[in-house]
């Protein structure tokens, strides 16, 4: 692993925004974004559970209408029992973990999909439906 990167990843999570609830939910060299979710924004009823899924990503993104961002957040609901999910909005941040203006898109609730346990959507349902 490349040593700068590792200590760039380091400082990253020393950071105050995740000693205020962000946890890591996954981070590969190769991966485009480094993964996390808000767990005090998390929230579980009964069989459902809602969370805001972000993705800070290494280089600049432009939405198509030219909003450049870093980071990239979903706001996901999940059905614990089906282990199913969907997106209900996102919301894109001109800065790393979530920082600067910001621009979002709500009301884009996506069907319910599945996901396998290894997948980023399983890593999450983990942490967010245990």
Known sequence: MNLRLLFVLLCILS???FS?????VRY??????IHYFDSIQMRKMG?????WDFHDLKTAATTPSGFTYFTIGYAIEY????QKRRTLAIKWFEKHLGEG??????????DWITFTPESLEGQLYNHVCE
Do not use: H, I, Y
């Open 15 to 17: 950071t105050n925004a």
């Open 20 to 24: 205020a609830g962000l946890v890591l």
């Open 28 to 33: 590969a060299e190769t991966d485009p974004a």
């Open 47 to 51: 069989d459902t559970a809602f969370v």
């Open 79 to 82: 059905q614990c029992r089906a």
């Open 101 to 110: 203006a910001s621009k979002s898109q709500e009301g884009v609730v996506s």
